[in-house]
């Protein structure tokens, strides 16, 4: 049974970088069938995709427009986890964070999700 | 981005009663169309990908239709349990983009 389990602060100041971490159980970070995702939620935004990261015989990122030049989305195959990292918050960026599992055949759709941690940017 | 329109909004249904939900994309996504049910503080859950193929684990009474830029999500007989909040997402191409959601309410 896969799992996703999230860690990291829910509150982060203005200019500051927000980092999470999604540990992965009953998978592989480096699995060649699934990728795996950052998704946030807020009541403004909806849901919004940030980024993937995957391994097809080396590392591939895939980043949201929106974000792109603010966040990096890491494997870390010694743990089996993935992180996000975003700099430069501003309180629009305040949401629920998800990790998420694509597994390869359902191409973009996801099927395994975090808890979800809520951050808040705040002075 | 492809933006996706659902309607309505809110819907009161009560159980046992057949709903069905509409999701529309800005441009053709063929059949890369996917539903999710979330309640109140979890994550989204997979139903339905690729319009019509349910998930596993999924009830047989959540079922998917559509291709092009127009989708149906049918719940065929309420139960207690689908009073939710429900998202379709198209998964054709990136950035993946997910509807507003829609409020399935108890009369």
């Known amino acids: 049974q896969v799992q996703l389990q999230q860690s990291g602060p829910g509150l982060v100041k203005p200019s500051q970088t927000l980092s999470l971490t999604c540990a992965i159980s009953g998978d592989s970070v480096s699995s060649n069938s699934a990728a795996w995702n950052w998704i946030r939620q807020s009541p403004s935004r909806g849901l919004e995709w940030l980024g993937r990261t995957y391994y097809r015989s080396k590392w591939y990122n895939d980043y949201a427009v929106s974000v792109k030049s603010r966040i990096n989305i890491n494997p870390d195959t010694s743990k089996n986890q993935f992180s996000l990292q975003m700099n430069s918050v501003t309180p629009e960026d305040t949401a629920v964070y998800y990790c998420?599992?694509?597994?390869?055949?359902?191409?973009?759709?996801?099927?395994?999700w975090g808890h979800g941690t809520m951050v808040t940017v705040s002075s | 981005d492809i933006q996706m329109t659902q309607s309505p909004s809110t819907l009161s249904a009560s159980v046992g009663d057949r709903v069905t939900i509409t999701c529309r994309a800005s441009q053709s996504i063929s059949s890369w169309l996917a539903w999710y049910q979330q309640k109140p503080g979890k994550a989204p859950n997979l139903l339905i990908y690729k319009a019509s193929s349910l998930e596993s684990g999924v009830p047989s009474r959540f079922s998917g239709s559509g291709s092009g830029t127009e989708f149906t999500l049918t719940i065929s007989s309420l139960q207690p349990d689908d009073f939710a909040t429900y998202y379709c997402q198209q998964h054709n191409s990136y950035p993946v983009t997910f509807g507003q959601g829609t409020r399935l309410d108890i009369k």
């Open positions: 998420a599992r694509e597994r390869w055949e359902l191409r973009g759709a996801f099927d395994i």
